[in-house]
T-cell receptor, first 112, second 112 residues
């Protein structure tokens, strides 16, 4: 049973446009959500996170939105740059549990 | 220069042999984790350790073993009992109580 779902395996956008990556979760006990970026053959890099007490968190070009009633979060990247091309993983954690549950990832390609 | 190191980057073994993957961190993090990633899949948790001399099974611990004798080190042994050992293995660490995990560069293990 996949508790964190990224239903779009891939997304392609033009440089300068907005990229929107989506993530859904089923476990209502999740209270902290993270986005990681991963290049091939490298470890994931932490990008941005959001607590369940918030509905938005912004860091430069990256904004994460959380809709708890829909159990949905999204990562917005604007403007998108070719260097943003990577796999993006959504992850979630529950309370003081140390475990992160990851989605399967979305491959973002930003075309020049 | 703080970080997580994993060695080697690529590892080849014959079926039936045990193999140990190294993970070292100098971030002074209490918690450490092992994940594996398969093509088209998210990261799945193998084992994690919140403190020295203590560790817990993750979601896919069968066929793996770990030790945590030092804070800086969390080696993973892939035993011959692991049915599908070929994968990309990622080590991570975090401050105790924090959700953000920081990842090493990974080791790609190929067993033939």
């Amino acid at each position: 049973d996949q508790q964190v779902k990224q239903n779009s395996p891939s997304l392609s956008v033009q440089e300068g446009r907005i990229s929107i990556l989506n993530c859904d979760y089923t476990n209502s006990m999740f209270d902290y959500f993270l986005w990681y970026k991963k290049y091939p053959a490298e470890g994931p890099t932490f990008l941005i996170s959001i607590s369940s007490i918030k509905d938005k968190n912004e860091d430069g070009r990256f904004t994460v939105f959380l809709n708890k009633s829909a159990k949905h979060l999204s990562l917005h990247i604007v403007p998108s740059q070719p260097g943003d091309s990577a796999v993006y993983f959504c992850a979630a954690s529950e309370g003081s549990n140390y475990k992160l549950t990851f989605g399967k990832g979305t491959l973002l390609t930003v075309n020049p | 220069d703080g970080g997580i190191t994993q060695s080697p980057k690529y590892l080849f073994r014959k079926e039936g042999q045990n193999v140990t993957l190294s993970c070292e961190q100098n971030l002074n993090h209490d918690a450490m984790y092992w994940y594996r990633q398969d093509p088209g899949q998210g990261l799945r948790l193998i084992y994690y350790s919140q403190i020295v001399n203590d560790f817990q099974k993750g979601d896919i611990a069968e066929g793996y073993s770990v030790s945590r004798e030092k804070k800086e080190s969390f080696p993973l042994t892939v035993t011959s009992a692991q049915k599908n050992p070929t994968a990309f293995y990622l080590c991570a660490s975090s401050i105790q109580g924090a959700d953000e995990q920081y990842f090493g560069p990974g080791t790609r293990l190929t067993v033939t």
